[in-house]
């Protein structure tokens, strides 16, 4: 196993540090998304963005490309979307009786799908493979994606009309689930202020295929003991309904737990707020501080749950408070 130096550490946080201080030139406040942002592109994972219309999330995902350094592309998801549009398709040349492939906007770094929930479940479904496998394949041939490659998705959680509920499958396929809140008055001031001009301000590049590299190697290099691994699967497990009428007030709530890919995901951006806090192991703080937005889109809530306003943060909370700390 790798082992990182003190040198090593301080450089990736200057990194990540240099990559705030850009966004918030233009981002005010939303100092959890933004680094959720820069955890999942360290940790090499897809963000799920989710929040009202006009709370930035749109700029914050093209000024996180720019800062980036990434190649940004946007699929503005509507119903009438075809899983072509997405991933790509063959078109006939009639001049020489031959398919050629035309690649999707997926072939990029950064692929910004905007307000993902208002296209049916076909044209989400195009963007499974290049999530989970970092490929597309458009007709017999298969293609590998562009690395990096990062989906930063976007949806609207009050607006139903129109919209298509993203299935578990790819729900799964998210890193992390961000909720976007409503800024505090201090910084709605700051944002008023700038009337809307944000998007003018200039900001640096920070990172490059090598310091990312970087940085990802870094994080493979942070230790994990063993303690922490069963504390991670303990709280993996307490979100799965055991098979007895006898339910506990929390998994009564629970249709269906969190897969073994929650374990992973918690273990890799465990191992990513470690780095963020300038250290080389993990300790029970990092697991807690990313519980929510690691688990939060991967548990199933039931009818119990929606009729007691009973959310996937409440059920998390109340797992971190009971579990035993190792």
Do not use: W
């Not at 360290?42 to 800062?67: D, I, Q, S, Y």
């Not at 202020?193 to 942070?222: H, M, T, W, Y």
């Amino acid at each position: 196993m790798n082992i990182i130096t003190k040198s090593e550490l301080d450089e990736c946080c200057f990194y990540i540090n240099r990559c705030r201080e850009e966004v918030s030139k233009r981002v005010v406040g939303q100092k959890d998304v933004v680094d959720g942002i820069i955890m999942a592109l360290v940790a090499g994972g897809h963000v799920l963005l989710e929040g009202v219309p006009g709370l930035a999330k749109t700029l914050a995902v093209k000024t996180f490309a720019e800062v980036s350094g990434l190649e940004y592309k946007r699929i503005q998801f509507t119903p009438d979307l075809l899983p072509a549009d997405v991933s790509g398709t063959l078109i006939y040349e009639q001049n020489t009786g031959r398919f050629t492939v035309r690649k999707g906007p997926v072939f990029s770094n950064l692929v910004l799908a905007d307000e993902i929930n208002r296209a049916p479940a076909k044209v989400q479904s195009a963007l499974l493979e290049a999530m989970a496998e970092h490929q597309v394949t458009i007709g017999e041939t298969t293609y590998k994606l562009n690395e990096p490659f990062f989906v930063l998705a976007t949806q609207n959680p009050i607006e139903q009309e129109g919209t298509y509920n993203l299935p578990e499958a790819e729900l799964d396929r998210f890193l992390l689930k961000l909720q976007v809140p409503y800024p505090t008055p201090e910084e709605e001031i700051q944002i008023v202020r700038s009337e809307g001009k944000a998007e003018q301000i200039p900001v640096n590049k920070v990172f490059n295929s090598f310091n990312l590299q970087k940085c990802r190697e870094a994080v493979d290099a942070i230790t994990v003991d063993d303690k922490m691994l069963a504390y991670i699967v303990s709280i993996v497990n307490a979100t799965r309904p055991v098979n007895s009428s006898r339910k506990n007030d929390i998994q009564r709530y629970i249709s269906f737990g969190v897969s073994p890919r929650a374990g992973i995901s918690l273990v890799r951006c465990a191992k990513v707020h470690a780095l963020f806090e300038n250290r080389s192991f993990v300790l029970a703080e990092d697991i807690q501080s990313v519980a929510k937005p690691v688990l939060r889109h991967r548990i199933v809530l039931n009818y119990e749950a929606s009729a007691d306003s009973v959310t996937a943060d409440d059920l998390i909370t109340k797992i971190l408070d009971f579990m035993p700390l190792p």
